[in-house]
């Protein structure tokens, strides 16, 4: 944890969820929030005069249930998504899963190890269960992805997604970073899988860092061991003199 950098008074911080804030489940539904953690959000967003936001592959009304009675800024859905400093939401048009959601749906209804997220704008396939079957599960996207210029295919720990073509976390960071609250700052963001990069190289791109939780290749500056680390790291942020 030494080695993670310090906030200071033109900080803008960006965090991931799963893996990130909080450890991966079984199944997505069943993740664990430390009691702490809203408050300790809450806290450093205060300190940071409101320059914090999530920023994750969950559905906003999951984000707000599992952070209640936090309703912070954040980017769900890997951007799809985005409620700005000022509550305001944005975000795309929903594309049109129901093709893919029956064939997915067949699949988990052969394959009892395998589970379905449908999300507002997406559609996860977790294999977590079934490891095994990571060459069924992405021939079975890639062939929905055939002639739909409209979706793109995320992989991520264990969970293949089908999502809209062009959001990225990348560029919801962006998206805060040009809002005044989070604007002239330099930004830091925490994820933990293949579907940060976009995140990390958004952010050093801007002259801030990236923090790669958990092993694993990666483009990120910084690096810490698991969310106990990460939660630790921002719990000793609070105690720090700004500056």
Same mark, same amino acid.
């Given at each position: 944890?030494?080695?993670?950098?310090? %906030?200071? *008074?033109?900080?803008?911080?960006?965090?991931?969820?799963?893996?990130?804030?909080? *450890?991966?489940?079984? &199944?997505?539904? @069943?993740?664990?929030?430390?009691?702490?953690?809203?408050?300790?959000?809450?806290?450093? /967003?205060?300190?940071? $005069?409101?320059?914090?936001?999530?920023?994750?592959?969950?559905?906003?009304?999951?984000?707000?249930?599992?952070?209640?009675?936090?309703?912070?800024?954040?980017?769900?859905?890997? $951007? +799809?998504?985005?409620? *700005?400093?000022?509550?305001?939401?944005? $975000?795309?048009?929903?594309?049109?899963?129901?093709?893919?959601?029956?064939?997915?749906? /067949? #699949?988990?209804?052969?394959?009892?190890?395998?589970?379905?997220?449908?999300?507002?704008? +997406?559609?996860?396939?977790?294999?977590?269960?079934?490891?095994?079957?990571?060459?069924?599960? /992405?021939?079975? #996207?890639?062939?929905?992805?055939?002639?739909?210029?409209?979706?793109?295919? @995320?992989?991520?720990?264990?969970?293949?997604?089908?999502?809209?073509?062009?959001p990225s976390k990348g560029l919801a960071i962006e998206?805060?970073?040009?809002?005044?609250?989070?604007?002239?700052?330099?930004?830091?963001?925490?994820? *933990?899988?293949?579907?940060?990069?976009?995140?990390?190289?958004?952010?050093?791109?801007? $002259?801030?860092?990236?923090?790669?939780?958990?092993?694993?290749?990666?483009?990120?500056?910084? &690096?810490?061991?698991?969310?106990?680390?990460? /939660?630790?790291? %921002? +719990?000793?942020?609070?105690?720090?003199?700004?500056?």
């Amino acid at each position: 944890m030494h080695s993670l950098p310090r %906030l200071t *008074d033109r900080t803008a911080l960006f965090l991931d969820f799963d893996g990130t804030l909080v *450890d991966i489940a079984p &199944r997505p539904e @069943l993740v664990w929030v430390p009691p702490v953690l809203p408050d300790l959000l809450q806290a450093l /967003r205060l300190r940071l $005069g409101g320059a914090l936001a999530i920023v994750s592959g969950r559905r906003m009304a999951e984000l707000d249930q599992f952070l209640h009675p936090l309703v912070l800024p954040l980017a769900s859905e890997h $951007g +799809a998504r985005r409620r *700005d400093a000022c509550s305001q939401l944005h $975000g795309v048009n929903p594309p049109d899963l129901r093709v893919p959601t029956e064939v997915l749906q /067949r #699949l988990v209804q052969r394959e009892p190890g395998l589970q379905l997220e449908q999300k507002d704008t +997406a559609l996860a396939l977790h294999y977590r269960h079934a490891p095994a079957l990571e060459g069924l599960c /992405r021939d079975t #996207l890639t062939t929905l992805l055939h002639g739909r210029a409209d979706l793109a295919l @995320l992989h991520g720990k264990q969970v293949f997604e089908l999502k809209p073509a062009g959001p990225s976390k990348g560029l919801a960071i962006e998206a805060f970073m040009q809002e005044p609250s989070f604007a002239g700052r330099t930004p830091l963001f925490a994820g *933990d899988d293949l579907t940060d990069e976009s995140g990390f190289a958004a952010v050093q791109a801007l $002259g801030g860092q990236g923090i790669k939780v958990g092993a694993g290749p990666t483009q990120a500056a910084r &690096r810490c061991a698991n969310p106990t680390e990460l /939660r630790a790291w %921002l +719990a000793s942020l609070l105690a720090t003199q700004l500056h």
